[in-house]
C-alpha cells in the first residue's frame, strides 16, 4: 500500500545527543514536511522541500537540520542545539507541484521522542 | 501570513448529540481550508476540504463543513456523534496564492472532542 513510514515509533534518548528520525514515502510525491506537535499548541513546522536536494526552514528549524537526497527520504536530524526536543514529531508529503499545490498533505504515523 | 484560531480547546458532548467544532481564519489572500482529525499516537487523517465551489462540504464519517467568507470560518459539525468520534480535530489553512500551498498548511491548535457516554 501507498504510504509514509516514519521509524522508530517511540525513541528515548540522553540530554545532548543528536537523533535522526527516519522518513520514507513511496506515494511519488515532490514535497515534504517535517512538523513539531506539543501538547496544546498544535502542529508548527520544523522545514520543508518541494524538490530533491533542496529545503527550505519552517517557523522553529533551530536546532534541527534535514536532507533531501532522495525523492522518497526525508530524515529529520535532532541536534543537541535543540533545547526541548522531547515532542511527537509528524512527517507529511504533498503530491501536487508548483501553482496546483493546494496544501493539501498525507500523514505518517508520527515518532514521539523522549529525552530523558 | 495566515493563522487559524480554534475557539475551543475541549469541546464535551453527550453520545448521539450534534457537535460544532469552531475554526476562525485570518488571512489577506484567498485561502483553501482543511479539517483532519488526530486519534491517540497516531498520524492526521483529512476529515473534509474546501478548495472552491459549494461552500457546504461533506467529508468522511458523517462530519461536514461551511466556509463562510464574510465571516472567515469554517466550522465543523456532525448531527449525531458516536463514542469512536473521540479524538482531536485540526482546522488547517493554505494561501490560493500561486503555489501558495507548496510551504506546507498552517494550523490551529486543536480541538479535544470528547464523547460522554
Known amino acids: 500500500d501507498g504510504g509514509i513510514t516514519q521509524s522508530p515509533k517511540y525513541l528515548f534518548r540522553k540530554e545532548g545527543q543528536n537523533v535522526t528520525l527516519s522518513c520514507e514515502q513511496n506515494?511519488?510525491?515532490?514535497?515534504m514536511y517535517w512538523y513539531r506537535q506539543d501538547p496544546g499548541q498544535g502542529l508548527r513546522l520544523i522545514y520543508y522541500?518541494?524538490?530533491?536536494?533542496?529545503?527550505q526552514k519552517g517557523d522553529i528549524a533551530e536546532g534541527y537540520s534535514v536532507s533531501r537526497e532522495k525523492k522518497e527520504s526525508f530524515p529529520l536530524t535532532v541536534t543537541s542545539a535543540q533545547k526541548n526536543p522531547t515532542a511527537f514529531y509528524l512527517c507529511?508529503?504533498?503530491?501536487?507541484?508548483?501553482?496546483?499545490?493546494?496544501?493539501?498533505?498525507?500523514f505518517g504515523e508520527g515518532s514521539r521522542l523522549t529525552v530523558l | 501570513a495566515q493563522s487559524v484560531t480554534q475557539l475551543d480547546s475541549q469541546v464535551p458532548v453527550f453520545e448521539e448529540a450534534p457537535v460544532e467544532l469552531r475554526c476562525n481564519y485570518s488571512?489577506?489572500?484567498?485561502?483553501?481550508l482543511f479539517w483532519y482529525v488526530q486519534y491517540p499516537n497516531q498520524g492526521l487523517q483529512l476529515l473534509l476540504k474546501?478548495?472552491?465551489?459549494?461552500?457546504l462540504v461533506k467529508g468522511i464519517n458523517g462530519f461536514e463543513a461551511e466556509f463562510n467568507k464574510s465571516q472567515t470560518s469554517f466550522h465543523l459539525r456532525k448531527p449525531s456523534v458516536h463514542i469512536s468520534d473521540t479524538a482531536e480535530y485540526f482546522c488547517?489553512?493554505?494561501?490560493?496564492?500561486?503555489?501558495?500551498?507548496?510551504?506546507?498548511?498552517?494550523f490551529g491548535k486543536g480541538t479535544h472532542l470528547i464523547i460522554q457516554p
Open positions: 488571512s489577506s489572500v484567498s485561502v483553501y
Open positions: 522541500s518541494q524538490i530533491v536536494n533542496d529545503f
Open positions: 507529511a508529503s504533498s503530491g501536487l507541484a508548483g501553482v496546483a499545490n493546494t496544501g493539501e498533505l498525507f
Open positions: 474546501y478548495l472552491s465551489g459549494s461552500t
Open positions: 488547517a489553512v493554505s494561501s490560493q496564492a500561486s503555489g501558495g500551498g507548496a510551504d506546507g498548511l498552517t
Open positions: 506515494l511519488n510525491h515532490d514535497a
